[in-house]
């Protein structure tokens, strides 16, 4: 067995780093707790957003179209208060995102439509019709 040598430095390092990146404070903290993940699908057709929003209302939502930008955004905020035995009771809670998406040339921005179910927001983007596949055709030789 060999002999170990203490070197605070390696110590101090590691517990520095560990203090500085792990955990979250108001400097380092994460961003994926406040933005909802999205996930973006592409078929032939259309473009696909679904954003996993649990906890808000349907009329939460804003969407806007803004110079080939789509802005998602949501805010909710719940207040409860209870009275019981000569106590008061409040509770509140309060959560708000916002997204943007620079759209794709081939989008076509004037049909969009959007649906919330079950904590998932979808937005389906509908590609031009210039930008969908279009079938092989023949051409004749004159």
Wanted: aromatic letters at 8%; hydrophobic letters at 35%.
């Amino acid at each position: 067995m060999g002999i170990v040598r203490w070197n605070p430095n390696l110590v101090n390092h590691v517990f520095d780093n560990f203090l500085n990146t792990d955990l979250p404070t108001q400097k380092n903290r994460p961003t994926r707790g406040t933005l909802p993940a999205v996930n973006i699908k592409e078929n032939d057709d259309q473009f696909e957003l679904e954003v996993a929003a649990p906890g808000f209302a349907k009329n939460d939502f804003k969407l806007e179209i803004n110079d080939g930008v789509l802005t998602i955004a949501a805010e909710h905020e719940v207040k409860e208060e209870q009275k019981t035995n000569g106590y008061t009771r409040r509770e509140f809670s309060y959560g708000a995102f916002t997204r943007r998406f620079t759209l794709p040339e081939d989008a076509n921005d004037k049909d969009i439509t959007a649906n919330y179910d079950n904590g998932i927001l979808t937005v389906v983007l509908p590609k031009k019709e210039e930008a969908k596949p279009q079938p092989a055709r023949l051409i004749e030789v004159g």
